[in-house]
């Protein structure tokens, strides 16, 4: 019999029974727990399995984040299943995110309930947790997820994250993100009350890691977004932090500097920079906090001057101090250029309207002084009228051009008044009026075969035609032949205007049709222009639905070809009955053959 000092024999007894009762009980629990331990490591073995056998695609954060999670939420719950349900806002679903424990990754992107559906849809909208006891007789549950997911029995808690008064500690603001999914209670169990709170207690703890995850990929999404965004637009953009490190510098920026080097973050902006007025923008930005535009001048090839609009500016902290430059590069080359040339053409355009001016005002005055008609003859005073009629002419040619500059600026179409065109006597009046103007050239005209008739607009022809002869001369000071020629090719006409004068230098041919365009050299200055002529041309031949070229060589010759179809295709309909009508008037004579010849100075 064991004694205990102050203890009656009767009371030892019953503190024997009750130490064997919790020496049996202490048994059965490590009986327990080393058969939860067992469960546990073969759960750990399977993961382990199941992640072999899984593609290696790396996972992202917020992966990452769900998998520790769902794996200590499944070993503490005893479940075999567990997922987080997240919700979409953009479709309003409460869709399951991988990965889930003890569910396939195809069984989990099956899962997905409107918000409004099922035990889910519940659990979010009222923010209260539900526990399953028998999920396929539960009258709340979707059937058909319940059998996909082979789900007996589990319980569901709302994830909400909370943001709490700093002092009191009082809710100020509760979302629920989405919610929390285990299934399948092990050894044949349900979940008890005590597992509500423990996964509440867990919950709580995931809501707001998951959404800490969620916030940092849409903020690294975003940040992807904008850095491809800056990386494709068309401006260049450099920035540079304090200490004059490049923190990014797109594609275009790239290329207007001339660097290859795709890997430049990080680099000292001296050592990939290279062109001095750009270094002292970055440099004076930096140095001295302020901002800075200018223009600057990259020439990355020797025939090819490029002009950009730099503009710098500090970007600044959180506390308002600056933090590094941006430089936004815009490429204005073409707006300079534009420039240039308009006021060239303003010189221009004054000097050419000057000079006829001033011939008609002194032969005028000349007339005026001969008070009583007597001191000039009549064929002086004959030549004097046709100087000033031709002065006319020429102003009344250049203003015409001027207006129908600005019309094409408007966006508007050259209307034509397309009617039946004999080119033969088109051709045999431009060449007589242009032979009236010129003594040293040789004019021929030269038609190789049977023209078609053409439908178009004679005025418009006469002005195509009367640009490029009076080129023709104008370009060839020393005189030299100039032809005028036409054929048939195929179902159009083509039309050539050459001569034997300066030429065209190679570089400025794909241009001479570009508005203000002047070739500009010592020969050129000495024959007045505006360069609308060609551009005019051009857009009247196109307005035809025809095509024009050039050939050149300098200090040979030039060559204007041009093709016009036999009806604009926007007449096409109406082809027929215009050349009818033409026929019935006696204005045409389809199919003649225009005669042989050359007109010759
Ligand atoms: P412009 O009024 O200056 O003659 P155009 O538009 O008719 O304007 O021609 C544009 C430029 O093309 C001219 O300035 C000239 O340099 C060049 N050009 C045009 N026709 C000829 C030609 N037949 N021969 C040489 N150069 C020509």
Known sequence: MNEVEGLSNQECERLKERIETLEKELGQKNVAVAALERANRQLEDKIRASEATEAPAPLTELEETLKRL???????????????????????????????????????????????????????????????????????TVKEKVGLLNIMNGLCVPLVIEKRDEDTNRVLESKTIGVLHVFNKRDGNVFIQEDVNLLTRLSKNAASVIASAQMYREILEEKEELESIIESVYAGLVMINKSGKVMQMNASARSMLGINDPEVVGKAYQDIVNYEPVLDILKTSLDESTEVAEEVSISLREDEEKIYQVQSALVRGDDQQPIGVVAIFNDITEIRSIDRMKTAFVSTVSHELRTPLTSIKGFISTLLQDEDGTFYDFDMKREFYTIIDTECDRLTRLISDLLNVSRIEAGRALDLNPKPVTLTTLIEKVVSVQKSYTNKHELVIDIQSELPTIVADEDKVDQILTNLTNNAIKYSPEGGKVTISATRYGERVRMCVSDQGMGIPKEHLPKVFDRFHRVDNRDTRRVGGTGIGLYLVKHLVEAHGGKIWVDSEVGKGSKFIFELPKCPPQFEAEQEQMIGAGQHSGHMQPGMAPPMGSVNN
């Open 70 to 140: 769902v794996f200590r939420v499944a070993m503490i719950l005893q479940a075999e299943k567990c997922v987080f349900m997240l919700f979409d806002k953009d479709s309003g679903d409460l869709v399951a995110a991988k990965p889930a424990f003890g569910l396939a990754d195809e069984e989990v992107r099956s899962f997905r309930v409107r918000a409004t559906q099922g035990v889910s849809g519940e659990v979010f909208r009222e923010q209260k947790p539900v526990i399953l006891y028998d999920a396929m007789n539960d009258p709340r």
